[in-house]
């Protein structure tokens, strides 16, 4: 970009920031969760029909929407994406823009999200074709809950012919006016498991006779706590939690059924692979060894999310021209997870964490908090930076 188009694209966003915080503040009083968005999608239909985008297709792997608008000259399909779910807290925060829904909250700032991207639509409808190429804007339901929405999304089309894919998280532990960028792993893969392990339950007073199940399943986690130690290479990361442990009734009976649950989280595939075949064998050899049956539902959830290194690059260069070089910077490993990952496996592209914490609003709580709020001011920083990645990323585009 040019600074002249730097200018002009910094002082349409500011003028267009009222109207996204308006929008923000009414998907936040009416939240919906995963694979529920009916009237949030209804809701962003209606709203970009109002900016002028004519070709919508919604109801895209579930409640899922496309909106395409399409520059004169040639150039390529980039693909900038928002989630659009809520999730199942109780609000804790008085505002004039609470929830409406009880037990029902926008605590991870996807209305934010949203709203930013229908900020983006406005944008490029203000340009009347004046760009290269096509800005697929994709508003995607159900990140929150596997097997989450980004891939019934791409099987109904979502990257058909993309060229790129960008997309933005805004966070709050990192102050507003930041952008984080980091090429290569960078989000978590995120696995859950159950245990059932079966023996043979008794008299407490008789435990020759049994098969203790609770004993089993406490040599069971401490075992596992030797796969991340053991067999993932130390330059490697992973984490293994087993989170519950249920069994027994009684002082006096010796429990024959004990369950576990766990989550893994890795950032590289042959990790995630090893881990799991770990955990299986581990699984069938401690509980034998144990005289009880081990029985292993694990559940493959979002694998990690990769950022192409030459967009992450592009993006970082393009953040810096935005936003100077002071305000972005490297981020560090999350161990949470996210389905864009879905979209990074498929097409070249980079997911960035915009700052959205601000102690003066009170952002200060952590995503999924029941008092979880945000800097609407970062919707700028936002908005301005997939515009500037997709517009880099299109300059620097040949056939
Ligand atoms: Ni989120």
């Not at 009916?38 to 002028?52: M, P």
């Not at 909250?105 to 944008?123: E, K, N, Q």
């Not at 100077?324 to 979209?343: H, Q």
Request: glycine share 10%.
């Amino acid at each position: 970009m040019d600074k002249q188009t730097r200018l002009d694209t910094e002082q349409k966003i500011d003028r267009l920031l009222p109207r996204m915080i308006a929008d923000r503040r009414h998907l936040h009083r009416h939240p919906e969760l995963s694979f529920q968005e009916k009237e949030t999608a209804g809701w962003i239909a209606a709203r970009l029909a109002e900016l002028g985008c004519s070709h919508i297709r919604t109801g895209v792997g579930g409640h899922g929407i496309i909106a395409e608008i399409n520059g004169m000259e040639p150039g390529p399909v980039v693909v900038l994406r928002a989630d659009i779910d809520a999730l199942p807290i109780q609000e804790e925060k008085e505002s004039e823009y609470r929830s409406a829904v009880p037990g029902v909250m926008h605590a991870c700032g996807h209305d934010a999200h949203t709203s930013a991207l229908l900020g983006i639509a406005a944008y490029y409808e203000s340009l009347q074709g004046k760009f290269k190429g096509t800005r697929r804007l994709l508003f995607q339901p159900a990140e929150e809950l596997t097997p989450g929405g980004a891939l019934p999304m791409i099987q109904d089309g979502a990257l058909d012919g993309a060229d790129a894919v960008y997309g933005v998280h805004l966070w709050t532990p990192v102050p507003a006016g930041q952008i984080k960028v980091r090429g290569g792993a960078f989000m978590a893969g995120v696995d859950e498991f159950t245990i059932d392990i079966i023996g043979k339950g008794g008299h407490g007073g008789m435990p020759q006779d049994t098969a203790d199940a609770i004993v089993a399943g406490s040599a069971l986690v401490q075992a596992l706590q030797t796969v991340v130690s053991r067999n993932v290479s130390p330059l490697d990361t992973a984490v293994l939690t087993i989170g519950s442990f249920q069994a027994g009734e009684a002082s006096n009976i010796i429990a024959g059924h004990c369950r576990l649950k766990g989550t893994v989280r890795t950032f590289d595939p042959r990790v995630r692979e090893r881990v799991k075949s770990r955990i299986a064998e581990l699984v069938r050899s401690v509980c034998a060894g144990y005289g009880t049956e081990g029985r292993l539902d694990y559940r493959g959830g979002y694998p990690p999310v990769i950022n192409n290194a030459t967009e992450a690059e592009r993006c970082r260069a393009a953040a810096i021209e935005l936003f100077g070089a002071d305000a972005v910077s490297e981020s560090e490993l999350i161990t949470a997870g996210e389905d864009f990952a879905y979209y990074l496996e498929r097409v070249p592209g980079c997911f960035l964490f915009v700052g959205a914490g601000n102690e003066e609003l009170d952002a200060v709580y952590p995503h999924h908090h029941p008092k979880f709020d945000l800097d609407e001011s970062s919707m700028r920083q936002s908005a301005l930076l997939l515009i500037g990645c997709a517009e880099r990323f299109a300059a620097d585009w040949t056939a």
